[in-house]
T-cell receptor, first 114, second 110 residues
Framework: GAVVSQHPSRVICKSGTSVKIECRSL??????MFWYRQFPKKSLMLMAT?????????EQGVEKDKFLINHASLTLSTLTVTSAHPEDSSFYIC??????????FGPGTRLLVL | DAKTTQPPSMDCAEGRAANLPCNHS???????VYWYRQIHSQGPQYIIH???NNETNEMASLIITEDRKSSTLILPHATLRDTAVYYC???????????FGSGTRLQVQP
């Protein structure tokens, strides 16, 4: 199947700093990528849809100024958590869909804000 | 997208078949049934999907009832590495995000 990568796999940062997470489709082009967040023992929750060359679409309750999404190329989307706080600590997962019907997920990025 | 209902947890003996049920009684005619699993601290892994017909691949089989209101994922010979949360998701074609429910936590026992 298609491969989606994320970097970094885990990051620890101080409160108030910004953290960038990269999501790459390694063997296909993706005009659309999705960002999810998962808290411990909970299911994945969609945060936003990242569209190449245009603005991201955010789900209700997700602050677009806090979670900046950039989809600058057909293989790369980035999520920047600005002014991170401890409550932003979570598992962030991206996904992308090639021309097939199947959506593929990255391995996730674990963020810990101290 | 149609809502799905899955049992919260199941146990299975190693080497036996694991049968994971999913109800999706409000599924529409153009919606697919997808199965993913998530092993602890990893991203979801695609398993299989289908529209109407039963499907089989190297990982599992998917049995969809004739009325499409329910389906069963079958892992023919479960191993300890199959211990994970299994998600049944119903979604239409196109570039839409998938909506995850609570899934079924499968514990394969030695």
């Amino acid at each position: 199947g298609a491969v989606v990568s994320q970097h970094p796999s885990r990051v620890i940062c101080k409160s108030g700093t910004s953290v960038k997470i990269e999501c790459r489709s390694l063997d296909f082009q993706a005009t659309t990528m999705f960002w999810y967040r998962q808290f411990p023992k909970k299911s994945l929750m969609l945060m936003a849809t990242s569209n190449e060359g245009s603005k991201a679409t955010y789900e209700q309750g997700v602050e677009k100024d806090k979670f900046l999404i950039n989809h600058a190329s057909l293989t790369l989307s980035t999520l920047t958590v600005t002014s991170a706080h401890p409550e932003d600590s979570s598992f962030y997962i991206c996904s992308a869909k090639p021309l097939s019907e199947t959506q593929y997920f990255g391995p996730g990025t674990r963020l810990l804000v101290l | 997208d149609a809502k799905t209902t899955q049992p919260p947890s199941m146990d299975c003996a190693e080497g036996r078949a694991a049968n994971l049920p999913c109800n999706h009684s409000t599924i529409s005619g153009n919606e697919y049934v997808y199965w993913y699993r998530q092993i602890h601290s990893q991203g979801p892994q695609y398993i299989i999907h289908g529209l109407k017909n039963n499907e089989t691949n190297e990982m599992a089989s998917l049995i969809i009832t004739e009325d499409r209101k329910s389906s069963t994922l079958i892992l023919p010979h479960a191993t300890l590495r199959d211990t994970a949360v299994y998600y049944c998701i119903v979604s239409g074609a196109g570039r839409r995000a998938l909506t995850f429910g609570s899934g079924t936590r499968l514990q394969v026992q030695p």
